[in-house]
Every structure is written in C-alpha cells, then in structure tokens.
C-alpha cells in the first residue's frame, strides 16, 4: 500500500508565547535592587528583568537582552522617572556597555543612598535571625574613591585595563579613580610600555592578568602571579582590627583561638595583642602560612589546610577541642562545612564571622544558630564603595 510521506508542519508560537526575546522593549518601574545590586523590574507579562544601571524607584523603557528561564536580563534605553540621588559618574570608563568597565557599577548613584541601600539590604536578609537584634549602622569609608591599595589589572598586550559589566570583554583604562595614589602611578607606568608582548595571553586565554598593590613599584609587578591576599581598602581594615580588639577584650575567656582563613596574619596580630594564647592559625594557601610563621607571633601556630574539603575539620580535631574562641574571614564561598568545625569544638562560646557575601553568611550563622548559638552583634562596613559589597562584622555567643 503506498503511503504518503508525512508533510512537515511548521511550528507555530507557543501557546504562551508573550514575544519575549532579546531587543524587545517595555516600559516598567524598578521595585528593588537584587542582593548583586542590579535593578529589579517587572515586565507585564510578569516575568522579573534585572537591570544594571538603574536604581528603586525609577521607572523607564527597558530593552530585553537575554532570557534565563523565569527571569531575564535587560538594559536602560531611557528613563522617564530618575531617582534625586542619581548624578553624573566622575569616571569616564563607567558604564553597562561592552567597552565600558565593569568595576564600579554604583558610581551613579550618591554615596550616601549607596550606604542607605546597603543598610536596607543588610537588615532584611539577617533579621530574621534574630528579630531582636539591632543592626549597627553602616561605617562609611573615609574616601569614596582612591581608596583601593589593590587591584588586579588586565592585558593582551596591547590594551591595559579591567572586564567590562556586561560581558567577558577586556576594556582599556586610561586611570581608574578608585585605586589610590601609588596605584594609580603604578596604572600610568604600566600603560606606558604598551605593547608589550611579555603580557600577551595564551591559547584560549583572553587575556594575562597584572596583580597591583600600593607596596610594589610596577617594575616589580608580574604577569599571572596572585599577590598574597590584603584587605582592599586599608582604612577600613584598620577599623575592622580595631573593632575585633575591643570585642576580644570584652570576653572573659578569649583563648584558647583558632582563626580560620587567617592569611598572613591581618587579624592574627591583633588576637596577640590582645593577650589571645595559644592561637591555631590555619589558611588553605600556603604561602600565605609560610609569611604568618616568618613574623614569629608569640603563641600562634600557622597551619595550611584545605578548608573547606569535606574531612578537614578533622585535621584540626585537637586545637578545636580546647578553642574557646572561632575566628572566621572566609572567601565568598564562605565555610560550607562550618557544622564540621562546630562539632568537634564543645568548649566553643564565641565565634566572630567576618564576612564578605551576604548569601553564605546568613547559610553559615544559621548552622551556629542550629549549634545553640546566638547572633548578639552584627556591624556592617563599607569596604569598597560604588559597588553593592558589604563587609559584615558579628559575633554569635552560647
């Protein structure tokens, strides 16, 4: 019997098809900034856009740059409602662009609403945890700009400069108004020796990467080479030690400490002079141990352990018996086996968490909180303004 072949129907648009694609536009209002400080706007079919560039309470016509399931991503085409707190970037490379850096992505904003936004952000993620507890302000940073002792620079060997916002792409610099002085002349003689062909990246690779800090000259600076870690903004990290003094002198039974992700000892000398002893200090980079055991620290043992392994809490089973102090300054990723360390520690009363993301903060304390602790102090700093990072201080007790 002959058959027919079967005649290829064209698809049609989905039944719920709403048009939604990249390069459609719609006007919305932004209700909210998401915890990575993009604006957070409705479309009218529903579906929630994140936005750079924009801030709560301004309204405008958006364009649709890429859909992610339930959500989607868009772009300021203008606004017709503009927030009173919105100026002119002093930078010139700032902006959402593909050749526009990427580094400062609140620089539009006034510096005070960034730390009222901040502050807002901070109260409605840990509350919760304590509805009890009063947040302490914010402390602002002394300079909102020059402030950075720091930073990590980008070539190809012909262009010099960071990743853009909105995308993997490199973007020249002519200067950068956050890094301090020192860096900035660093920045200045780096650019002059371009092209140099030393700094041009590998097969696959878009680019090499040049480590600045305000303690090297730029003769000194290497291609590809991680400079051992610092805090960024050293006025603010001096208040963060001093704050850790006087809670470490508030406790009637400060030792013994471990100190977890301690680095080369930022925090470390300050557990010493405030007559903590023993201390058990412990980094998963070795060279930064190898710097900490150099300064010779009365009472500290430096160890290197990778911290956040499933099983390494066990290799620190006997100094955590004893601790009556934990002191964490964890990576963003913050200490996902914490429960681990809390176990094999009974004699634990305080631990202080000094955090640089919100989201593992808040999954960290609530498995302290699960070990019967409380959460009686939480400080928050502004480490690096024109961004939406928080540096959050707390103290948890039992």
């Not at 992505?105 to 509350?127: A, G």
């Not at 890094?179 to 700094?199: M, V």
């Not at 631990?351 to 999954?363: E, G, H, K």
């Amino acid at each position: 019997m002959f058959k027919r072949p079967l005649r290829k129907i064209p698809k049609g648009p989905k039944k719920h098809d709403t048009g939604l694609r990249p390069g459609h536009r719609f006007e919305g209002e932004v209700r909210d900034l998401s915890s990575d400080g993009q604006a957070v706007v409705a479309h009218p079919s529903g579906r929630v856009f994140f936005v750079p560039g924009a801030w709560r309470g301004e309204s405008g016509l958006f364009e649709v740059t890429s859909l992610k399931g339930r959500m989607g991503f868009a772009r300021v085409v203008s606004l017709t409602e503009e927030s009173e707190q919105r100026r002119t970037p002093p930078c010139p490379h700032h902006g959402f662009t593909s050749d526009s850096c990427g580094g400062c992505p609140w620089l539009f904003m006034d510096y005070q609403e960034q730390l009222q936004s901040k502050q807002q952000q901070l109260l409605r993620v840990l509350q919760p945890l304590n509805t009890a507890l009063e947040l302490s302000a914010i402390w602002a940073a002394p300079e909102e700009l020059g402030y950075r002792n720091r930073a990590q620079l980008k070539s190809d060997g012909k262009r010099l400069g960071y990743v853009a916002g909105s995308s993997r792409d490199l973007v020249e610099v002519s200067d950068c108004l956050v890094l301090n002085a020192k860096n900035r002349q660093t920045l200045s003689e780096l650019r002059a020796q371009l092209p140099d062909p030393s700094w041009k990246p590998g097969r696959a690779k878009q680019w090499t990467t040049l480590d600045i800090d305000d303690d090297i000259d730029a003769d000194k600076v290497t291609v590809n080479e991680r400079r051992p870690f610092r805090q960024g903004n050293s006025a603010q990290n001096q208040r963060m030690r001093d704050w850790l003094q006087d809670r470490i002198l508030q406790l009637q039974t400060p030792s013994p400490v471990v100190e977890l992700f301690a680095g080369s000892g930022n925090f470390t000398d300050v557990l010493v002079a405030a007559g903590c002893k023993p201390v058990c200090a412990v980094d998963s980079y070795h060279p930064a141990i190898e710097a900490l055991q150099k300064r010779s620290l009365a009472g500290v043992t430096g160890l290197c352990s990778d911290l956040g392994r499933t099983g390494s809490a066990s290799e620190l089973e006997s100094p955590l018996s004893t601790a009556k102090l934990l002191l964490l300054d964890p990576p963003r990723e913050g200490l996902k086996n914490i429960q681990d360390y809390l176990s094999l520690a009974p004699e634990l009363s305080t631990i202080i968490y000094i955090s640089c993301n919100l989201a593992t903060l808040v999954r960290d304390l609530q498995v302290a909180i699960d070990h019967k602790f409380q959460l009686r102090e939480v400080q928050p700093l502004d480490l690096f303004p024109q961004t939406p990072h928080i540096e959050v201080l707390t103290v948890l007790s039992r």
